[in-house]
C-alpha cells in the first residue's frame, strides 16, 4: 500500500510539473535595464521607477545620473546602458551620429524651461534676467551657471551671447563659478555661495528656490529631452518598454508635478 501510494505521488508531482505548475524555487526571469538620465531628472525617475514596480515586477531599473554630457562620453566609451534620456539635443544628436542608439526608438519626451534662481532673501537684490547682465557688466555679482558640457551650461551661454556678455571675460573677473551638473549649481544657489543661479525650473522647484524669471525661447531656445534605447541594449524589448511607459499617462502626471511638459 505504501509502495503504490508514493508511485500514485510522484505521477501526481511529474503530471503538474509537466503542466506547468510552479515548483519550490521557480520565480519569474529578472530583467535589469541600466538607464542614463540627466540629473535633473532624478526625482522624477525616481518616483516612476517605484511606480513601475506594479507595471512590470520582473524589471530592475539601474539609474546613471549625471550631466548629459558626462553620460554621452560614458556610452560612447563602451558603458553598459540600455536607454539614454538626455536634457539635451546635442548629445543626443551625437550618439545617433555615431549609432550608438537605435534611431526608431528615439522620442522627444519632455519639456523643461530655463530660470534664474536666487538664494533664499535675494539678498542681491535680483528681479529679472535684464538685472542680472547689468550686473554682470558692472563685475558685482557671482552666478552659477553648468560647465560647456553640460546642457544647462550650453543653455546659460545662449542667454549671456543674447545680452552680449563675454563669458570669458566674466570668468576671469570673477563673476562665475561652474557646476558639473544642474545639482551642483542648484546646491551653490541654495547654500547661498552665489548671488544667483542659471538652471531648470524644475531643479528650482525640487530644491524649494526662489526663481525670479524665466529665459525666453529666443534667449536660449526649447528645451527639450529626447530619450532613445541604445544600439548595444542588451534587453532591447525591454528597454523600449520601459521607454513606452515613460510616454504614457502615469508618467506623465509623474513629470509634470515637478515642473516638466510634454514636448510639443
Known sequence: MKKTFCILLAAVLLNLTACGAPTAGHTAAQTELTVFAAASLT????????????????????????????????????????????????????LADASLIDPNSRTDLLENKVVLAVPDGNPAGLDSLDALANRLRQGDILLAMGNSDVPVGQYTQKILRYF?????????????TYGTNVKEVT??????????????????????????????????????????????????????????????????????????????
Open 187 to 264: 546646491t551653490q544657489v541654495r547654500e547661498g555661495s552665489v548671488d544667483a543661479g542659471i538652471i531648470y525650473a524644475t531643479d528650482a522647484f525640487s530644491a524649494n528656490l526662489t526663481v525670479i524669471d524665466q529665459a525666453t525661447p529666443a534667449m536660449c531656445g526649447q528645451v527639450i529631452y529626447p530619450a532613445a534605447v541604445t544600439s548595444s541594449s542588451a534587453q532591447p524589448e525591454a528597454a523600449q518598454a520601459f521607454l513606452t511607459y515613460l510616454t504614457g499617462e502615469a508618467a506623465a502626471a509623474e513629470f509634470e508635478a515637478v515642473g516638466f511638459s510634454r514636448a510639443e
Open 164 to 176: 552680449t556678455l563675454d563669458e570669458a571675460a566674466l570668468a576671469a573677473s570673477g563673476c562665475l
Open 43 to 94: 526625482e522624477a525617475l525616481t518616483q516612476i521607477a517605484e511606480n513601475y514596480r506594479s507595471a512590470a515586477p520582473e524589471v530592475t531599473l539601474r539609474f546613471n545620473f549625471d550631466s548629459s554630457g558626462t553620460l554621452q562620453t560614458q556610452i560612447e566609451q563602451g558603458a553598459v546602458c540600455d536607454l539614454f534620456f538626455s536634457a539635451g539635443q546635442k548629445q543626443m544628436n551625437a
